[in-house]
């Protein structure tokens, strides 16, 4: 059968909100964004043995490499690589519920919502998702998204995601998380700004329970004292991946653009430019 796949560039991923507690099968704000994970059919190319995908290749014959990393750790590459190998592997986009079903029996402490928001994005061309348990919900963007600035963190700061998954935690309570995930569902749809301080809560939460690294809190104190800040979290494993910094005025101040320069930041620009669509 011939290729229908040669290349293919999956989309990455920003936890917007529900990082902890979609693990315990609570729900998750999830924005599949652009530039994506590019890679192409080749030989030679070795990826890790302990890898999603170097585990679901294992006694199958396919062979492809990397050709762009996007926007790199901590914007979902691990998964991407299993999504390229299923739709390499498959001809075709891959179905979601069985690969998030195998993928969890080999990490079962992580929630795959990662996996299958890259995987519908991908498949149906939409960017802004909720999860829950498996399952996605597609949200339309909203023009409130360009007040929300992305900044990645440098790679030596990063924390490996499921090394953190690992480690003892406090369980969550789940209908507080949800609320927090509906407040800001709400908020993205509405024109209010400052609702968005909803991000600082998250976050303040999540440090109250021993989940946010102590860099990410700094970074986190330090962009919140700023007046064209009205709310900031980071994301992923400790909130420690990337920062989300909203502000009232769409244009960053210098103070903010000084602080990212300090912490040794990347701005990324706002989410609405990051948004994933098919042509990339």
């Known amino acids: 059968m011939a290729s229908v796949f040669d290349t293919i560039t999956v989309p990455g991923k ?6 902890y507690s979609v693990i315990q099968g609570g729900n998750a704000l999830l924005a599949a964004v652009k530039p994506g994970f590019s890679y192409v059919r080749s030989t030679g190319f070795v990826f890790h043995q302990e890898s999603p995908v170097a585990k679901f290749l294992k006694d199958r014959p396919l062979d492809f490499s990397i050709s762009s990393t996007g926007l790199g750790a901590g914007f979902g ?66 023009p409130i998204l360009e007040h929300i600035h992305v900044f990645s963190v440098p790679s030596d700061r990063k924390i490996l995601t499921h090394e953190a998954l690992k480690r003892e935690r406090k369980s969550l309570d789940l209908s507080r998380a949800n609320a927090w995930v509906e407040e800001l569902r709400n908020t993205l749809e509405s024109d209010d700004v400052s609702r968005l301080d909803v991000l600082s809560d998250w976050a303040d939460w999540l440090k109250q329970l021993g989940l946010e690294s102590a860099f990410a809190s700094e970074v986190r104190y330090a962009f919140q004292r700023c007046p064209n800040v009205a709310g900031v979290k980071g994301c992923g494993a400790g909130l420690n991946d990337v920062f989300l910094v909203a502000v009232h005025q769409n244009e960053l101040d210098s103070r903010i653009s000084d602080l990212a320069l300090r912490f040794g930041l990347k701005d990324l620009g706002p989410l609405s430019d990051l948004m994933w669509s098919p042509v990339t």
């Not at 920003?14 to 990082?19: D, H, N, P, R």
């Not at 075709?92 to 992580?110: D, G, K, M, Q, V």
Request: proline fraction near 4%.
């Open 14 to 19: 920003i936890f917007l909100m529900g990082e």
């Open 77 to 142: 590459s691990s998964t991407a690589e299993l999504v390229a190998a299923a739709c390499f592997l498959e001809n075709r986009f891959p179905e979601s519920t069985s690969l998030w079903n195998w993928y969890r029996t080999i990490h079962p402490e992580a929630s795959g919502a990662d996996l299958v928001v890259q995987m519908d994005a991908l498949a149906k061309g939409r960017a802004l998702f909720k999860y829950g348990v498996g399952e996605t919900t597609a949200c339309e963007p909203t």
